[in-house]
């Protein structure tokens, strides 16, 4: 089991910088595939980022490359999502996922989800 609890959502203007956490409990953090996922309001949950059990390899949705930034320090049990540059339409609940295999929208474990709104 892995539970997990994400931190550093908030309310910013466009342009600004958001850096969201995901703290998991359990010994066994490093075994698992990290990602983040979001959900905006009438809209389905979509894939945001993802990142290896080692951290060596990363994945993100076209809509966030090169301004979003996923990283993992697995001695202190954590994910975070860096957000630069953000955008109306990145406003949505952000939740964390772990999975032992692959991140997908089907992964085993989620977080409760943490508001992040974007102020045109």
């Known amino acids: 089991q892995v539970q997990l609890v994400e931190s550093g959502g908030g309310l910013v203007q466009a342009g600004g910088s958001l850096r969201l956490s995901c703290a998991a409990s359990?010994?066994?953090?490093?075994?698992?595939?990290m990602g983040w996922f979001r959900q905006a309001p009438g809209k389905e949950r979509e894939y945001v980022a993802a990142?290896?059990?080692?951290?060596?390899?990363?994945y993100y949705a076209d809509s966030v490359k090169g301004r979003f930034t996923i990283s993992r320090d697995n001695a202190k049990n954590t994910v975070y999502l860096q957000m630069n540059n953000l955008k109306p339409e990145d406003t949505a609940v952000y939740y964390c996922?772990?999975?032992?295999?692959?991140?997908?929208?089907?992964?085993?474990?989620w977080g409760q989800g943490t508001q992040v709104t974007v102020s045109s």
């Open positions: 990142m290896g059990r080692s951290g060596g390899s990363t």
């Open positions: 996922a772990a999975d032992p295999r692959i991140i997908s929208a089907s992964s085993d474990y």
């Open positions: 359990g010994r066994t953090f490093s075994s698992y595939a």
